[in-house]
């Protein structure tokens, strides 16, 4: 059976981390399951983890008043879930659900935290590769904020 | 047809909602009109309203049908919206240059459809699925509004199960009951099965949505020259004559609509006048 840092290894995510890093990332991960309909983050709980998706589909959801709960993103397998655990206050700012039986690995944000308080290199590394996956977040709103497929003409 | 400037009166065979605004509806084609290729467009004129550009949306191997798929957002299409069979509106046709199928054949065939700008796009699956054997592999990558803005969504799902079409969608936003994807349509790039190396791809929608596919395909390892969009300007006469739809050196509506991505790449960012 593949270990929790074989996977890690495996994810394009941590490609180019030293095995340094790997090990000490590894050593703060562990496997878990959410069944169908699960909560698995909800908005404003204390953020002190992150997942790496292996299997299922997640709903990122926000509660408004006047629609009820609004699917803004999802979430498959081999994306990665969650980067409130870096940030101050460390709050889920979104509620995350598991739309079908979602295998992940859980990494946990507190340890994590204090290793790249120790080691600032690899520190560095993660925010990296954090950074990346909120940029393209950040494009992907853009495009949905500007409602392009809404508009009146195509071009 | 003799005079491509002179409208050719075609009686509506049926009419059929889409989504809240969108419909699509079949003519008669007039006489002589003999075959479209995929990616071509019609002029449709309403006589006190005007005439707009439409692509061709159904089957190029009906001959018995011209289908259109349409958005009502102006003067002719808000009309068109209100019209029933057997209504008689006005047609010229079939113009520009459509997809250029041939140069996927033996080939992976991706399609990157944003919204309405699936209709033009329609014609190639028709004419692909048809003809599977030709392509290494045919896949439908959709991005929409919301669920309910999915076109032929049945028909699409029928391809997904009986025809080996590879098919992803995804919406901007959904409610809660939704089980597909949200998010953008280039994240589905990633999520598909394609061989970018072998890969032709054909992008329809909004501009700024075929600057985002082009980008994340040539990511990818997709050649530059093998990613084909289909444009849009305002258009008068449809032959290449007015200069309406003028962009760079080409005119959308002869050397169009549908060119080789790095041809007008650069004009991508100019605002029409
Ligand atoms: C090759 C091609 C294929 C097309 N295929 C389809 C299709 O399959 N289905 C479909 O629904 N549409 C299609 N279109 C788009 C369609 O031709 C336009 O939306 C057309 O303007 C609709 O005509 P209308 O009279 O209803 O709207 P218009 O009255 O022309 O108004 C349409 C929109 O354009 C704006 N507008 C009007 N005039 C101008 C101007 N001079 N400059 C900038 N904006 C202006 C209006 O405010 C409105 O939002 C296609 C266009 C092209 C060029
Ligand atoms: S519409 Fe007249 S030149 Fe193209």
């Known amino acids: 059976m593949r270990t929790v840092g074989d996977e890690l290894r495996a994810h394009p995510f941590f490609a180019g981390l030293s095995e340094d890093c790997m090990q000490l990332i590894a050593g703060c991960g562990e496997h878990v399951v959410f069944r169908s309909g699960a909560t698995i983050a909800s908005e404003g709980s204390a953020a002190n983890e992150f997942y790496v998706i292996e299997r299922g589909r997640v709903a990122l959801q926000l509660h408004t008043s006047a629609t009820g709960a609004l699917l803004i993103q999802t979430l498959d397998a081999g994306d990665i879930l969650g980067w409130s655990w870096l940030f101050p206050p460390f709050r889920w700012s979104i509620e995350a659900r598991a739309m079908q039986d979602v295998h992940a690995i859980r990494l946990d944000g507190k340890c994590l935290r204090g290793k790249c308080d120790t080691d600032p290199a690899m520190g560095y590394a993660l925010m990296q590769r954090f950074s990346y996956i909120m940029s393209q977040r950040v494009e992907a709103t853009r495009l949905q904020v500007l409602d392009v497929y809404g508009r009146a003409n195509r071009s | ?273």
């Not at chain 2, 409208?7 to 889409?18: R, Y």
């Not at chain 2, 949200?182 to 890969?199: E, K, W």
Request: aromatic letters at 8%; proline letters at 7%.
């Open chain 2, 1 to 273: 047809m003799k005079d491509p400037l002179l409208p050719h009166l075609v009686e509506m065979q049926s009419w059929q909602q889409e989504s809240e605004l969108v419909f699509t509806f079949q003519v008669a084609p007039p006489e002589e009109y003999g075959s479209f290729r995929a990616g071509q467009f019609n002029m449709l004129y309403l006589p006190g309203m005007g005439e707009s550009a439409i692509s061709i949306s159904g089957d190029p191997a009906d001959r018995n049908h011209l289908t259109h798929t349409v958005r009502a957002v102006g003067n002719v299409t808000r009309a068109l919206h209100g019209l029933r069979p057997p209504a008689r509106i006005g047609l010229r046709g079939p113009f520009g240059r459509g997809w250029p199928l041939a140069a996927a054949e033996g080939r992976e065939l991706l399609l990157m459809a944003g919204g309405i700008g699936l209709a033009p796009l329609r014609p190639v699956l028709f004419q692909a699925l048809a003809a599977p054997e030709r392509y290494q592999r045919v896949t439908l990558l959709l991005g929409a509004r919301s669920p309910e803005e999915i076109l032929y969504s049945e028909q699409l799902l029928r391809w997904k199960s009986d025809a080996g079409l590879q098919f992803l969608a995804t919406v901007d936003v959904a409610s809660a009951a939704w089980r597909g994807d949200v998010g953008v349509i280039t994240d589905l790039v990633q999520r598909a099965a394609i061989n970018p190396q072998q890969t032709v791809a054909m992008v329809c929608g909004p501009e700024i949505m075929l600057r985002f596919c082009a980008r994340r395909l040539r990511e990818l390892g997709v050649a530059s020259d093998a990613i084909h969009v289909s444009l849009e300007r305002h258009m008068q006469c449809g032959t290449g004559f007015c200069g309406h739809c003028q962009l760079g050196p080409y005119f959308l509506c002869k050397d169009g609509p549908v060119f080789a991505y790095p041809a007008v790449e650069p004009y991508l960012m100019t605002q029409e006048f």
